[in-house]
C-alpha cells in the first residue's frame, strides 16, 4: 500500500446489499473504487451494530484493493488483534474511544496494518501534534458517526484545511467519511483530503446485476474533486 494524495473514492459498504457482500465489493471494485470502506458498530460507541471480524474476513477475499475497516467501537484495544488477522489493511480507531489513543496506535501497527485516527465533528486538533509520527491515516467525521445517509456537517471543513497543514509533507492520508456527494467532494479535495468515503452517493441506482451507475457515481464524486484541484 503505496503512499499518495491523488484522489481515492472508498465506498463504504454499510450502503451495499448485505445479503450480497462478495459481488458488491468485487462490483464496485470493477467500477474504479480505490478503497473498500468497512464500517463497524458495537450499538454502544455508535447507535449501530454492523461487522465482526467473522464477517470482514470472509469481505478479504472478494478485495483486491485496500480493505479500510473503521472501527466505531469503545473500548477498541481488545478487538485490533482480531480485526488485523481477518485482513484490515487500514485499522481506524477513534480519539474518543479510550483514554489511551496512543497506545492503540501503537498496537494497530504491531499487527502491520496501518493505523488510523478517527475525529468525531466535535473533536478538535489540540491532540493531533503529539499523535502525527503514529498515524497512517486521520479521518474526519463530517457526520456524526453511526449511521449512513446523513447531512454533511460543513464546520469540518475548515478541521480538515488545519489538519492539512498540520501533516505538511508527512505521508498522512486525510479520509472524509460522511455526506460525501459531487457537491462536497471538491470542498474536501481543496481543503487537503485525499481519500472520500461515500456510502449512499456510490450505491444508488445501481445493483450487482447493474453495476454500471455504481461506476458513473464513482467517476462524477472523483471528477468533482479532481476539477477544484485542476483549478488551484
Request: glycine share 10%; net charge negative.
Amino acid at each position: 500500500m503505496s503512499f499518495d494524495r491523488n484522489i481515492k473514492i472508498a465506498p463504504s459498504i454499510l450502503s451495499a446489499d448485505f445479503a450480497n457482500f462478495g459481488e458488491e465489493i468485487r462490483a464496485i471494485e470493477g467500477q474504479g473504487a480505490d478503497w473498500v470502506h468497512v464500517d463497524v458498530m458495537d450499538g454502544h460507541f455508535v447507535p449501530n451494530l454492523t461487522f465482526g471480524p467473522p464477517a470482514v474476513k470472509a469481505f478479504r477475499p472478494h478485495v483486491t484493493t485496500v480493505m479500510d475497516v473503521h472501527l466505531m467501537i469503545a473500548p477498541v484495544d481488545p478487538y485490533i488483534e482480531a480485526y488485523a488477522e481477518a485482513g484490515a489493511d487500514v485499522i481506524t480507531a477513534h480519539l474518543e474511544a479510550g483514554p489511551h489513543i496512543h497506545r492503540t496506535l501503537q498496537a494497530i501497527r504491531a499487527t502491520g496494518a496501518k493505523a488510523g485516527l478517527a475525529l468525531n465533528p466535535a473533536t478538535g486538533l489540540d491532540a493531533i501534534p503529539y499523535l502525527l509520527d503514529m498515524v497512517d491515516l486521520i479521518c474526519v467525521m463530517t457526520v456524526n458517526p453511526g449511521f449512513g445517509g446523513q447531512k454533511f456537517i460543513h464546520s469540518q471543513i475548515d478541521k480538515v484545511r488545519r489538519l492539512r497543514a498540520m501533516i505538511g509533507d508527512r505521508p498522512v492520508h486525510i479520509e472524509i467519511d460522511g455526506g460525501i456527494t459531487t457537491e462536497t467532494a471538491p470542498l474536501m479535495a481543496a481543503a487537503g483530503a485525499d481519500v472520500l468515503v461515500a456510502g449512499s452517493a456510490v450505491f444508488k441506482g445501481g445493483s450487482v446485476a447493474n453495476p454500471a451507475p455504481y461506476g458513473a457515481n464513482i467517476r462524477a464524486i472523483r471528477d468533482a474533486a479532481e476539477a477544484v484541484l485542476a483549478t488551484a
